[in-house]
């Protein structure tokens, strides 16, 4: 599965962006799919996943219910709605696919190229 990822942009703090990410592919409606975002001189880390069908939803515990992640796989789509935007918000948010969600929010198999968020203060 192919993905790619849009949506970032540059944002007061207090604010919301909608990232989304388009999957393509014969089977792209079965992955699980999931957000990871790597700020500057850190390490990439998991923000939120989807599963393909029942729509299971995880988040890491520092997202606050300020993140929520959807699906519409009729138009084999993932969209992450980021709400409460702070600067630490700040990173690059790539697009991952996976067979299950315990994969895709661990060890991905397929990743979107990085759209930029900027939170600014």
């Known amino acids: 599965v192919q993905l790619q990822a849009s949506g970032g942009g540059l944002v007061q703090a207090g604010g919301s962006l909608r990232l989304s990410c388009a999957a393509s592919?014969?089977?792209?409606?079965?992955?699980?799919m999931g957000w990871f975002r790597q700020a500057p001189g850190k390490d990439r880390k998991f923000v939120a996943a989807?599963?393909?069908?029942?729509?299971?939803?995880v988040y890491a515990d520092s997202m606050n219910g300020r993140f929520s992640i959807s699906r519409d796989n009729a138009k084999n789509e993932v969209s992450l709605q980021m709400n409460s935007l702070s600067p630490e918000d700040t990173a690059v948010y790539y697009c991952?696919?996976?067979?299950?969600?315990?994969?895709?929010?661990?060890?991905?198999?397929?990743w979107g190229q990085g759209t930029q968020v900027t939170v600014s203060s």
């Open positions: 989807i599963s393909g069908s029942a729509g299971i939803t």
């Open positions: 991952a696919a996976g067979p299950s969600i315990a994969v895709v929010s661990s060890s991905p198999t397929n």
């Open positions: 592919g014969r089977t792209a409606s079965e992955y699980a």
